[in-house]
């Protein structure tokens, strides 16, 4: 009989049922309704025991009184190192002889002290005259107390609550409690078990022993929510960590409950249990600060895990993938003053998220030099990432294509503002580059009517370069069609003669084929092209049988020459 009733308990088959019930939030009550059964003796096959301790000075209930996330977060703090410290031995177990025995003055040996067939709460009011053994959560036997002392274990408890309690139901919702009633050591065979919480849990493993029987919740906010989640994680209910995860989602977030669900306990029953609600915040971080540039003193004041969710985004707006690695850099430098840390998060962590195929080859030689990096890391990531610049279109895609569902995006690129070039160097027998510009169909689309979307610069000479695709209005014949130029970055009194040539690729034969040539003497923040690069309307550009979109990209280039 043993053997068949610790198969049918077994969390390993237990947990899949959790899933089709209130596992899944809110809704009809399943057929696994017990709450008629909850604290009743008619029910039970045993009782147990909460001892109830204090918290740390200065320490409330992490629910009580805290009518925000923000509240919640700030007891959240002051308590973790506290519940760190305790949490091997905050659950102790105690077999029926060896009951903590908390006498009153005129009672002898303790008898009467707790009447297993009340439900009422037995409340301590002075200390006690002795203790007998217990034992901890890992089985190890506490020393007895000194005569005429008192032991600070048992002075500590606040009050006693007895739960008459089914070990079947709660086996089948919870591993701790399944090892709990079956380990075979002679408590798991005791009628009585005991638990030890502080007074912050309290309410919240009442209200989590009723979901094991009831699947419901009579917590509605988010701190009563998050405490909730907290003891069900100790505990190892996941049904209920599933079920306060979807209510948590439904309600409305903010960069502070972001931030705040991101930094809860990182165990594996966590990740597992509460991924839905860290993928919100994490998609909630990325939307609200999707246009970097724009919020970055916030940015730079999130914490690692906030950071992280922003530069993890596809869909970041930000001018190139250079402005993300320095952007990385300051952050870093920032909360890591010492540079041992400093390269350690940046190795691990943060270094993962830099795009580093998309940077421009001038700052990739940059990336060499900095000390902030692990040298062998910089050469690794430089090398890996001019490999991909070399490789075919095709193979690109592909690469990409196979990092989708990995956490990693490397090879993916972001929704830059200024679009990604390949550029070609030549310093003999002139300088020269060629410089290579892709656009894809949707891209060229948003330019209608009057939009243009600018490259990356390019440097040829030590001047910086780049490219710009209108849709501009024909001076001629007035109709919109597609335009390219070039222009110089830098402004002021420096001038630079340049020749330069548009070609762009074109059906049938899929060749670059010349469109313009020409001539220009650059001064500081001047442009130069041609508003019609094609000599035809927008609507003949953009048509499906176009002769210059040739897998929905069209594929424009630039050769610059300096002039002798």
Known sequence: MRDSNADLFDPRTIMDSDCATAGLGPGPVSDSDFAFAFNDSNFSDRVLRIEIIPDLPETKSDGDGCTSIADWARNRKRRREDIKKDSAVDVLVHCEEQILTCSMPDTEDGEGYVNQDEEAVAMIEESPSGVGNHLNKRGDEAAPASDGLWSMDCSAVLRVKTIHISSPILAAKSPFFYKLFSNGMRESEQRQVTLRIHASEEAAL??????????????????????????????????????????????PMSCESALLYLDLPSSVLMADAVQPLTDAAKQFLAARYKDITKFQDEVLNLPLAGVEAVLSSDDLQVPSEDAVYDFVLKWARTHYPKLEDRREVLGLRLGRLIRFPYMTCRKLRKVLTCNDFDPELTSKVVLEALFFKAEPPYRQRSLAADEASTRYHRFVERAYKYRPVKVVEFELPRQQCVVYLDLKREECSLLFPTGRVYSQAFHLGGQGFFLSAHCNMDQQSSFHCFGLFLGMQEKGSVTFAVDYEFAARSKPTEEYVSKYKGNYTFTG????????????????????????????????????????
Not at 208 to 233: H, I, R
Not at 538 to 550: E, Q
């Open 525 to 564: 923040g001047k442009a130069v092209g041609y508003r019609n690069l094609f000599s035809i309307p927008w609507t003949a550009f953009m048509a499906d049988d176009s002769l210059y979109f040739i897998d929905g990209v069209v594929h424009l280039r630039a050769e610059l020459t300096i002039r002798q």
């Open 206 to 251: 009442m209200d989590l022993l009723n979901f094991m029987y009831s699947n419901t919740l009579s917590a509605t906010t988010s701190p009563a929510l998050l405490d909730v989640l907290m003891a069900a994680d100790k505990f190892e209910v996941a049904s209920c960590m599933r079920y306060c995860s979807r209510l948590l989602r439904s309600m």
